[in-house]
C-alpha cells in the first residue's frame, strides 16, 4: 500500500459511516440523486437475507482485497454496462461513495464463510456410506435368488441337475 492510498485510507476510515454505507445499500436510505439501491441487484454475502438479490454478481466475492481507493473510483464510475443506464445522470455523492465503501470493504470477504469444508466432507462421508449400502444390498439378493433359481431348475421335469 502506497503512502496516498494509505491516507486516503484514513481520508475515507473518516469520512464515511458504514450504517448510512449499509441505508444506502439496501435502499433505506435514498441516494441523493436517486440512484437504485445496490442490493436490488446484488447480494452481499454473510449479511442476511436483506441482501441476497441475484441479478448482479455477490460484492463480498467480487470487492474482497480490494483497496478503498480503486472501490471509489469504481463508484465514481459505475462502468458496468447494466448498472450504467440506472446511474446515468444520477452520479452517487462523495459523501455516499465514501459511506458505500466503509460498509462495502468490512463486509467484503474473501471465498466462502470458513468452515465450508466441513459440509463438504460430511457430504462426501455420507454418499460413501450410501454407495456402500447400495453394494452391500446388492450383493446380499443376488445370492438367495440365484440359488432358488437352481433349485427351481434342477426340479423342473427334465431338469439336468
Ligand atoms: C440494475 C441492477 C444493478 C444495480 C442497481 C447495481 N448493480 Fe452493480 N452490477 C449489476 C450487474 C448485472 C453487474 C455485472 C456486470 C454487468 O452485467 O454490468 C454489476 C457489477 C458490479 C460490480 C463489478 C462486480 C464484478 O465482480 O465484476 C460492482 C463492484 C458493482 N456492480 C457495484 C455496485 C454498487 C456499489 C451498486 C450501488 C451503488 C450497484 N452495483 C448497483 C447490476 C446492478
Sequence with gaps: MTL???SFALFLAAAGDPATGR???IGSLPF???GAPCGA????GGQGLAFS?????DL??????????ALDGLLDGLPFPTMVPVYEGRPLTPGERADL????????????PGGAWRFELLGA??????FAALALASRRRKAPSRARLLARAANLPGGSR
Excluded at 441487484?41 to 452481499?44: E, S
Excluded at 438479490?53 to 454478481?57: E, Q, T, V
Design 4 to 6: 496516498s492510498s494509505l
Design 23 to 25: 441505508g444506502l445499500f
Design 32 to 34: 441523493r440523486n436517486g
Design 41 to 44: 441487484c446484488h447480494a452481499l
Design 53 to 57: 438479490a441475484s441479478l448482479g454478481p
Design 60 to 69: 463480498s466475492a467480487s470487492l474482497a482485497g480490494m483497496d478503498p481507493e
Design 101 to 112: 465503501a466503509a460498509f462495502l470493504l468490512p463486509a467484503a470477504q474473501p471465498g466462502p
Design 125 to 130: 462421508a455420507g454418499a460413501a456410506v450410501l
